[in-house]
């Protein structure tokens, strides 16, 4: 199973989280939380489906660290009922990828300085 989201969804993530399972695609993870927009919650096949083209194209056209509510906007607020939240203490992310507003924060302030020395013979 792991294989085929690797291959076919990669954008997927798989979390354990007090004895259940959840799949979705994580919008944000932080030191104490992380939400996850449920894909198992989905019934309908026609939302299945464009649930799985939009994060198809958040995970292909973006650098996958600006989370997928704020890169397809308008687009993906009819899946903000699937929104869960689960507290990190209890939860276990067995595979697939988590988007942090942190790491955007990092790496902005990450700045590297060049000192250019001379070379006195």
């Known amino acids: 199973m792991l294989k085929i989201l690797d291959d076919r969804y990669p954008f997927l993530?798989?979390?354990?989280?007090?004895?259940?399972?959840?799949?979705?695609?994580?919008?944000?993870?932080?030191?104490?939380?992380?939400t996850l927009y449920d894909f198992?919650?989905?019934?309908?096949?026609?939302?299945?489906?464009?649930?799985?083209?939009?994060a198809a194209a958040w995970w292909w056209e973006s650098?996958?660290?600006?989370?997928?509510?704020?890169?397809?906007?308008?687009?993906?607020?009819?899946?903000r009922d699937l929104r869960r939240t689960f507290s990190n203490?209890?939860?276990?992310?067995?595979?697939g990828p988590a988007c942090s507003l942190r790491d955007i924060a990092h790496k902005k302030n990450r700045r590297r300085s060049?000192?250019?020395?001379?070379?006195?013979s």
Do not use: C
């Open 40 to 54: 198992g919650a989905l019934t309908d096949r026609d939302r299945k489906k464009s649930f799985l083209e939009l």
């Open 13 to 34: 993530t798989l979390m354990s989280y007090a004895g259940m399972e959840y799949v979705g695609v994580v919008q944000n993870r932080d030191d104490s939380v992380t």
């Open 114 to 120: 060049v000192i250019m020395v001379r070379r006195v």
């Open 89 to 95: 203490r209890d939860l276990v992310i067995i595979h």
């Open 63 to 79: 650098n996958r660290s600006v989370p997928i509510n704020i890169f397809l906007g308008e687009e993906w607020l009819q899946f």
